[in-house]
Nanobody
Framework: QVQLVESGGGLVQAGGSLRLSCAASGSIFSVNAMDWYRQVPGKQRELVARITSTGNTNYADSVKGRFTISRNNAKNTMYLQMNSLEPEDTAVYYC???????????????WGQGTQVTVSS
């Protein structure tokens, strides 16, 4: 069993900052690429940022220059530092990870439960 647990969401005023965390736990052999997605009601879930196991990153155009994704491989934890937040960033943020499990060495995709980020104007 593998779990991804997000934390760090909340309510912040426009221009403020939040830091999200995603901790992976369980029968993990290795955590490969990890991503942050976000979703607002009535819209599709969208990719916000991605980081590979070697630290290469990609960002959605809407967050470039404001958000920074990082990870601590020793702790199987990923972070999203969000600065200069805008009301348009309001969404449920989901952690996603591609994990190779100990048993059998197979690779699976896992999602966290989501954390709400609300940016007030």
């Amino acid at each position: 069993q593998v779990q991804l647990v997000e934390s760090g969401g909340g309510l912040v005023q426009a221009g403020g900052s939040l830091r999200l965390s995603c901790a992976a736990s369980g029968s993990i052999f290795s955590v490969n690429a990890m991503d942050w997605y976000r979703q607002v009601p009535g819209k599709q879930r969208e990719l916000v940022a991605r980081i590979t196991s070697t630290g290469n990153t990609n960002y959605a155009d809407s967050v470039k220059g404001r958000f920074t994704i990082s990870r601590n491989n020793a702790k199987n934890t990923m972070y999203l530092q969000m600065n200069s937040l805008e009301p348009e960033d309001t969404a449920v943020y989901y952690c996603h990870g591609v994990v190779t499990v100990v048993a059998g060495g197979r690779t699976y995709s896992y999602w966290g439960q989501g954390t709400q980020v609300t940016v007030s104007s």
